[in-house]
């Protein structure tokens, strides 16, 4: 058999995924659940892109590094549009529902987590969130240990010849990038 569209993407599996938990189900639940789960897609994709651009910064190539920071835009502008269609939810409607969420929240989402560590906002009490041994926390704790992309940008501009203090350079990957004064 030829390899077809649904079974690359493996679509059979893909909807099957959302499971709401309200009776019935409430017919917003599911609107709720598949905004969340394409967040988390392009979460990966965005941290996918992100290490590719760190690579590319390393390796001094300069048109993918633009061409991955533009895709990389275009993502967090559709991130950000999804909004639009999450915010076609009331209240009312989020509240039918809400209770059978119990406690969980996005900011359970480990894959924001990640960008942030990847981006340079970095807290340690964030690993204890998740199980050792968990995916979550050994992706966590490898992004944790990890050179953000601020500290790959400044091995580039250094490696392309402008004066970077070698207190940036040799910093503690693990503390949060502080802003310029």
Do not use: C
């Not at 996918?48 to 633009?66: G, I, S």
């Not at 999450?86 to 996005?106: A, I």
Request: charged content about 25%.
């Amino acid at each position: 058999m030829s390899l077809t569209y649904s079974h690359y993407l493996q679509v059979d599996e893909l909807l099957t995924l959302q499971k709401p938990r309200s009776d019935g189900p409430d017919h917003d639940e599911m609107l709720f659940i598949i905004i969340h789960q394409v967040y988390e897609l392009w979460f990966k994709q965005v941290l996918h892109e992100l290490d590719y651009l760190q690579a590319k910064l390393r390796e001094n190539d300069t048109p993918r590094v633009l061409h991955t920071l533009r895709r990389v835009l275009t993502i967090f502008k559709t991130l950000v549009g999804q909004i639009d269609v999450l915010e076609t939810m009331t209240p009312l409607e989020f509240l039918s529902f809400r209770d059978r969420l119990e406690s969980g929240s996005g900011f359970q989402s480990y894959q924001f987590r990640e960008l942030e560590f990847t981006l340079g906002y970095k807290r340690a009490n964030i690993l204890n969130i998740h199980p050792e041994g968990s995916v979550a926390r050994q992706n966590l704790e490898r992004r944790y240990a990890a050179p953000t992309l601020w500290d790959a940008f400044l091995a580039y501009l250094h490696a392309n010849g402008h004066d970077i203090p070698a207190d940036l350079l040799a910093r503690d990957v693990t503390s949060s990038i502080e802003p310029s004064t």
